[in-house]
């Protein structure tokens, strides 16, 4: 029975897990696991009651559907577990291009210093898929809570621009007028404008910076140019909220108040 569903995995980065036949590393998966890798690396400790609990997706030989991504428990040995800190600055115990597909989802743009755990990445897997939300979705106030900018809790926005990875701490500049589009209340980003994956065996990875606020603001604001008029990107969010949670959402817009 599925305990544990990721909504923002589109159906074409699923493809790409269900058509890998080798080895898969699934980096940061300690808490919820792709149920097709066959190593993990994480920071937390090994349970193998957690990881089967919460592991995800169906792989391709027990369906023939490759765009339902629902539970499917199995367990995994403390050898195919590795308890490591992704930003302690030392090499991964692992050798150049050890696995043959790096799975790093939902993961980077949590950590404290992404940038050299995504060329870690690259170095020891062959090929690597990187899911995370998207830029848009950072840059939307009211996905997840009315008055925060995508999850309050993530500290980078993660892009590409062509051959590079790009890495970008969240500021406060988001919350100005004009660097951000806002959720409509019981609506929430379609799954493809949410996510952003990307598929490749080698990219530069760089940190954007800007020195002037005024500048950073300019280029948030550019972004969000080429979305403003597009109606369909906010979808029902599908689920039945009660007069409680209606009072918790317009409180929290206009008073700040939990």
């Not at 892009?159 to 929430?188: A, Q």
Request: proline fraction near 4%; include cysteine.
């Amino acid at each position: 029975m599925r305990k544990y569903l990721n909504p923002w995995i589109t159906d074409d980065a699923y493809k790409v897990l269900c058509g890998e036949k080798g080895t898969i590393l699934d980096v940061g998966g300690g808490s919820s696991p792709y149920v097709g890798a066959s190593h993990i690396l994480d920071i937390g400790e090994f349970s193998e009651q957690r990881l089967a609990d919460n592991s995800w997706g169906i792989p391709a030989a027990m369906t023939d559907n490759v765009t339902i991504i629902s539970g499917a428990s199995r367990k995994w040995s403390e050898r195919q577990y590795t308890q490591f800190d992704l930003c302690g600055g030392k090499p991964w115990p692992f050798k150049d291009k050890q696995f043959d597909l790096g799975l790093c989802s939902h993961t980077l743009e949590d950590l404290r210093d992404p940038l050299p755990a995504a060329r870690e990445l690259f170095r020891v897997c062959k090929r690597t898929l990187i899911i995370c939300p998207s830029r848009l979705f950072e840059q939307t106030k009211g996905v997840d809570h009315p008055r925060y900018c995508g999850f309050p809790h993530h500290i980078w926005m993660v892009y590409t621009n062509n051959e590079n990875l790009i890495f970008r701490r969240k500021s406060g500049v988001l919350y100005t007028k004009g660097c951000h589009l806002v959720c409509p209340l019981g609506k929430t980003l379609n799954r493809e404008a949410g996510s952003m994956f990307v598929v490749g065996s080698h990219l530069q990875v760089k940190e954007q910076v800007f020195h002037e606020m005024s500048q950073e603001a300019e280029e948030y604001r550019s972004f969000l140019d080429q979305y403003r008029s597009l109606d369909n990107l906010f979808v029902s969010d599908g689920y039945r909220h009660n007069l409680k949670y209606w009072v918790w959402r317009f409180r929290q817009k206009y008073f700040g108040n939990l």
